[in-house]
């Protein structure tokens, strides 16, 4: 009696190609996206005697999820056999479409990833590299500056030495200069000390005496010098022997008077040096009756020398009580005082 099994399997199966390469393990079924995987064996299903048969009865139901190379089929079930795990290990091992996106965008993260390390060490190695050059710029600044500092102290105490050493020499030569005028003056002072000493022994007022000698060549006769020389001799004299009046002008008009070639009917001329002044003085001499309008600077210098003339009068008649050498300055300040109304110099009041 046939067994039950044989007549529940497909009747096909010695000559179907599916069969074959499904019993072989060259053909796997692939679940389809639309459902899950079969489980189980995937031998053929028993069928159903009780059944009415199929128009289809006969064939395997169809696979469309998964590939057949009819090529393949074609081929002896000892090919389809002789390698069957190896290409069950390469289907397994086939990635899905998911698995190809996953795999292409963790390729593309790593390729991008790559590509911002280097870009990013090379502006690192950019900026290490002008940190560098700034580096070396700031040491050769601090350099220059180190050197310029340097020659700016030696400078300054260059300088401070010359100044030192200039000052020095000026206080020498200064020291020098000074004591060589002592000497001088001390020399002067007593030459003329002593022509003092001799004029006092003398009984008048001689002109040949070494003393008034000297006073009369470098004093009097430049002060008494004016440009109307006529009327100089006349003051001159009038001042030796003690004959000369001067008088402020008065606020009445005066009369004219004519002095050689020069007109005195104006208090506005200076008689004695002929310039346009304001008269403010007039000069009479000995017992005449004629006056003679003189500027401030022209009063100035009469006077010096009146003062001179009359201390050394004081001095003949015993009237100044006092030791030579006071004497001596005494008349030495009157003529300073006489030098300086001939040079100009004179009191506002004159």
Not at 293 to 313: E, H, K, L, W
């Amino acid at each position: 009696m046939d067994d039950p099994k044989e007549h529940s399997r497909c009747p096909a199966r010695g000559s179907c190609p599916v069969f074959l390469a499904l019993s072989s393990g060259a053909v796997h079924y692939a679940p389809s996206v639309l459902g899950p995987a079969p489980e189980g064996n995937l031998e053929e299903e028993p069928w159903d005697t009780d059944s009415q048969p199929h128009p289809d009865e006969g064939h395997p139901p169809p696979l469309e999820t998964v590939p057949v190379s009819w090529k393949g089929c074609r081929e002896s079930p000892r090919g389809l056999a002789e390698n069957p795990v190896g290409e069950e290990a390469q289907g397994e091992e086939s990635p899905t479409a998911a698995q190809l996106d996953v795999l292409r965008l963790r390729s593309s993260s790593m390729e991008i990833r790559e590509k911002g390390s280097e870009f990013l060490k090379e502006e690192l190695h950019k900026a290490q590299k002008e940190l560098q050059l700034k580096d070396e710029e700031c040491e050769r600044l601090s350099k220059v500056r180190e050197q310029l500092e340097q020659e700016l102290e030696e400078l300054t105490a260059s300088l401070f030495e010359e100044a030192h050493r200039m000052v020095r020499e000026a206080n020498m030569k200064q020291a020098a200069s000074e004591k060589q005028l002592k000497e001088a003056r001390g020399k002067v002072d007593t030459t003329l000390f002593a022509e003092f000493q001799a004029w006092r022994e003398s009984p008048t007022l001689d002109k040949t005496c070494p003393f008034l000698e000297r006073v009369y060549r470098e004093d009097v006769g430049p002060c008494l010098d004016f440009t109307m020389q006529e009327l100089s001799a006349l003051v001159r004299a009038a001042v030796e022997d003690n004959t000369l009046t001067i008088e402020p002008v008065a606020s009445q008009t005066l009369p004219a008077v004519k002095v050689a070639a020069v007109e005195c009917s104006s208090t506005n001329t200076c008689a004695l040096s002929g310039l346009a002044r304001a008269c403010r003085h007039r000069i009479r001499l000995g017992d005449s009756e004629s006056h003679y309008y003189i500027s401030p600077s022209s009063r100035a210098r009469i006077t010096a020398v009146c003062n001179f003339f009359t201390y050394i009068r004081y001095i003949q008649q015993g009237l100044v009580r006092q030791e030579v050498e006071p004497m001596f300055w005494e008349i030495t300040r009157l003529r300073k005082e006489m030098s300086l109304a001939k040079l100009g110099f004179f009191p506002q009041e004159a």
